[in-house]
C-alpha cells in the first residue's frame, strides 16, 4: 500500500520525472536489463554456407553434358 506521502503526491497531480520513475519501479514496468544490442548491416554471418550456395558449387563442377539440357539427345 502507497505511504500518505507518495498518495499525496500523484493525486496533487505533480507530473515530474521522478514520479515516473517510481511507478516504472514500483510496478516493474520496465525491464531491469537493457536490450542487448542490435547487429549492424553485415554483422552476421552464417554458420555454414547455405544449401542453395552448396548445390551452385556442386553444379559447376559437374560436366557439361550433365545440365545441357537444350542440347541432350535422348537415346532409346
Known sequence: MESQEED?????GTNNEYDWISVFEKYRLCSVKPSPPKPTQGAWTMPLPSRARVYADECTKRPRDYWDYENYVIEW
Open 8 to 12: 499525496d503526491q500523484h493525486q496533487s
